[in-house]
């Protein structure tokens, strides 16, 4: 089974209006931190916002927030008041378990292309 | 220079080839990872050094060959690569503490093309 899934494949949003990137996310850790990246056409993958397994509150970072479902295992991705340059492709992605002292991984899904339309 | 760089941006090489991609973080991280991603592929995580030792390797080709000298500076070396091996190749680095978020921070990537 996948361990992020993001179903959608590319989103279309109005400039200036919100859009809701999807992201469902599978493990057994109780333990757990969830990313989310922005790629633009020029590569470099950017953080955007981080929330951990036992956040009480949804992570909020500027125009950016996280809507965390914990029983649903979902950690979407809002964006508010959407510009041109949010036009990129968008990664959920997980790291399993506690911050221990030792590297772990990031597992990321496939990816959303958004577009923001003028 | 600030963040995470990689150099070169864009490499072109034969499969007889050997080159070496460079990358060096400018934020005082203790690990750092390389990562492949090809086309329509989630990135996978090729190699992991934390405090320049490796821990992680995710059963990739021999073909590939990471050296990490320092905290600072991660290599990739390339020999007798084959065409499907090209893709952009993404250097993080990230602070292990045990009780941060161990966010990983990005270089812009080496496109690579194997001819």
């Known amino acids: 089974a996948q361990k992020i899934t993001q179903t959608q494949p590319g989103m279309f949003v109005q400039e200036k209006e919100a859009v809701t990137l999807d992201c469902t996310y599978d493990?057994?850790?109780?333990?757990?931190?969830l990313f989310w990246y922005k790629q633009p056409s020029s590569g470099e993958m950017i953080f955007l916002i981080y929330q951990g397994s036992y956040d009480e509150q949804n992570a909020t970072e500027g125009r950016y927030s996280l809507n965390f479902q914990k029983a649903r295992k979902s950690a979407n991705l809002v964006i508010s008041a959407s510009q041109l340059g949010d036009s990129a492709m968008y990664f959920c992605a997980m790291r399993e378990g506690w911050p221990s002292g030792s590297a772990r991984q990031l597992t990321f899904g496939s990816g959303t292309q958004l577009t923001v339309l003028p | 220079e600030t963040g995470v760089t990689q150099t070169p941006r864009h490499l072109v090489m034969g499969m007889t080839n050997k080159k070496s991609l460079k990358c060096e973080q400018h934020l005082g991280h203790n690990a750092m990872y390389w990562y492949k991603q090809s086309a329509k592929k989630p990135l996978e995580l090729m190699f992991v050094y934390s405090l320049e030792e490796r821990v992680e390797n995710n059963s990739v080709p021999s073909r590939f060959s990471p050296e990490c000298p320092n905290s600072s500076h991660l290599f990739l070396h390339l020999h007798t690569l084959q065409p499907e091996d090209s893709a952009l190749y993404l250097c993080?680095?990230?602070?292990?503490?045990?009780?941060?978020?161990?966010?990983?921070?990005f270089g812009p990537g080496t496109r690579l093309t194997v001819l």
């Open positions: 493990t057994s850790d109780q333990s757990y931190g």
């Open positions: 993080a680095s990230s602070q292990v503490t045990g009780y941060d978020t161990d966010t990983q921070y």
